[in-house]
């Protein structure tokens, strides 16, 4: 008798069926079953971000779940955020436009909870934003690039001092 057990999963719009042991976390089917590899497994324990997805709507860590938990969920990676025309959504264009990226190994994280977040919040503070981007490490940019893309892809101006960073 195998200990495996059946997840069933809607991810970006394709539904799947993974064999999995009950202790396999969401990162790991995500990336070793299905071969997603644009989540990103930094820390495994939930505080730097690079692996969060869209479980039924809401930005949460797949380092912090059990595939099994969220059995019937629709799932959301980075591959999924992308319109289906193949253009960027308002938030990976901005990245790009603003120079928020760098090494990239914290880029899925970001774009995933800021759509998310903007999805939810069409019309944010600069501050909200801030808090919005707190959950996500990024050790390569100092975020000031990440902050302006948020600002622009939320319709907020970005302040004319924000390249030389003075803007906070």
């Known amino acids: 008798m195998s200990d495996e057990v059946v997840v069933k999963l809607n991810v970006n719009g394709r539904d799947h069926k993974v064999l999995v042991e009950p202790r396999k976390l969401l990162s790991d089917v995500l990336r070793e079953d299905l071969h997603l590899t644009g989540t990103h497994v930094g820390c495994e324990h939930g505080a730097c971000g690079a692996c969060t997805v869209m479980v039924d709507g809401a930005a949460v860590r797949a380092c912090l779940l059990f595939a099994v938990q ?62 919005a981007l707190s959950g996500n490490l990024c050790r390569c940019t100092g975020y000031r690039g990440i902050i302006n893309a948020a600002r622009t892809a939320a319709g907020l101006p970005v302040p004319a001092n924000a390249a030389d960073g003075s803007d906070h």
Do not use: R, W
């Open 70 to 131: 969220v059995d019937g969920s629709k799932v959301v990676t980075v591959e999924g955020v992308t319109p289906t025309d193949g253009t960027l959504n308002p938030f990976q264009q901005a990245m790009q436009d603003c120079h928020g990226l760098q090494c990239g190994f914290c880029t899925p994280g970001f774009v995933v909870s800021m759509t998310s977040y903007l999805d939810d919040n069409p019309n944010p503070t600069d501050d909200d934003l801030k808090i």
